[in-house]
């Protein structure tokens, strides 16, 4: 298992920028590929983007492709999320996961952040 914090989130307007960091510890955080999920309010956990371990490949979800864009430091074991051009709609509970594998599921992640809000006003 790996740990994982997140944090940088916090309200900004629509237009602005935002990047929210995702510190791991525990076992190798290598090993492992890295993917963000979100939750708003009344809404099922939703992907957004991940990353295999050497950052080879990359998936996006639609509504966040060219705006969002995914990194992560294996030398400081901490993924990042930066988020450009944000909307009302991007308005989540966001979490950070780590997994055995690249997936696009939640079932995909054996390992979650506690999750941090980035709220977006109009």
């Known amino acids: 298992q790996v740990q994982l914090v997140e944090s940088g989130g916090g309200l900004v307007q629509g237009g602005d920028s935002l990047r929210v960091s995702c510190a791991a510890s525990?076992?190798?955080?290598?090993?492992?590929?890295m993917g963000w999920f979100r939750q708003a309010t009344g809404t099922e956990r939703a992907f957004v983007a991940a990353m295999t371990p050497n950052g080879g490949r990359i998936y996006y979800a639609d509504n966040v492709q060219g705006r969002f864009t995914i990194s992560r430091d294996n030398a400081k074991n901490t993924v990042y999320l930066q988020m450009n051009s944000l909307k009302p709609e991007d308005t989540a509970t966001y979490y950070c996961?780590?997994?055995?594998?690249?997936?696009?599921?939640?079932?995909?992640?054996?390992?979650w952040g506690q999750g941090i809000q980035v709220t977006v006003s109009s």
């Open positions: 996961a780590a997994g055995p594998r690249l997936g696009q599921r939640t079932d995909d992640y054996k390992s």
């Open positions: 525990g076992r190798s955080f290598n090993w492992f590929a």
